[in-house]
């Protein structure tokens, strides 16, 4: 057995990936720093980011949400991009990608889910009808507020920030948030 | 690489894009070390050469070895005992493309070791 060289297949001389696929690192990077924003805030209580927490929350995930379009639109087959996700080939890099992808919109929802949550419950007390029902709906469940179920979901934020906030008082952080605390709360970490 | 797995191998050992499942995201294409994939503008999938999967499952040869005038291709099984392609690529001196890629090709070139004159 020998080698060939110097000989050129079309694949090593044409690129096949363009300008969308350039398109999308460009999107994402507003993904990701506007995620971290918010993080900080919701996340590792740095107050100085308040002002911007919510708005960069938003950003995140509008530009989550059309990221994936210059990725479809060069596909030969953008309707069939979804199969990316349902039937994943897991020894792709792509199909990793998707899963990865899908997991930072899920886990992002989640969280934007989670501090809105007060503003939805109280716009469906407010309002009627039809938009009473779409209110009800975002809520995911009786428009009672619930105060004393909030120490438990939001535990492991809470964890996260004592643990960034107080390295060396990590243990007494953790069992603080996750026992005794009676005092009821509002949605997301101390204001 | 393929994400949705829609290239594939057949019992008896072709490797087949399916167009049905395909969703033309080209990266086959540019990780096939043969250079061999290519994207159809017509169907948006990815297609390669079949070995005229639909002829040699009714015993035909591929069009291009059929063809041939020179009988400069040739197309058998290598699982056969005495099939006359095994005994090429047994007793002749025959190479694949890109050795040191280890990919196990089945197209086997004879005297590709010798410059072009």
Sequence with gaps: MFEITGYAFPND?????????????????????????????????RKEFK????L?????????????????LHLGHPERGVNVVITPNFASAMAGF???YTSYLI???????????FQIIEAARRSRG????????????????????????????????????????SCTGMSGSSSGRSRPTRGGPRR | VCPVGASFRTPDGVV??????????????????????????????????TW?????????????????PTGARLFGDVHHEDDPVRKIIEHERVSVLQPHLLTEPQAFYLGMDKEVR
């Design chain 1, 13 to 45: 001389v044409h690129i096949h990936w363009s300008l969308m696929i350039v398109m999308y690192p460009y999107i994402t990077g507003f993904v990701a720093g506007a995620f971290i924003v918010t993080s900080l805030y919701h996340l590792f209580d």
């Design chain 1, 51 to 54: 002002p911007v927490a919510r």
């Design chain 1, 56 to 72: 960069a929350m938003a950003t995140s995930f509008c530009f989550l949400a059309v990221a994936t379009f210059p990725l479809l």
């Design chain 1, 98 to 100: 998707g899963l990865l």
């Design chain 1, 107 to 117: 886990v992002l929802t989640l969280e934007i889910w989670f501090v809105h949550r």
């Design chain 1, 130 to 169: 039809l938009k009473r029902l779409m209110y009800k709906v975002l809520a995911l469940a009786p428009t009672t507020r619930a105060r004393k179920r909030w120490p438990s979901i939001t535990a492991p934020s809470r964890c996260c920030a004592a643990l960034a906030s107080r390295p060396r008082a």
């Design chain 2, 16 to 49: 087949l894009v399916d167009s049905e499942r395909c969703i033309g995201c080209g990266y086959c294409v540019q990780a096939c070390p043969y250079g061999s994939r290519f994207l159809d503008e017509r169907t948006g999938c990815a297609h390669k050469c």
């Design chain 2, 52 to 68: 005229c999967y639909h002829r040699i499952t009714k015993g035909l040869k591929p069009a291009c070895v059929e063809v041939c």
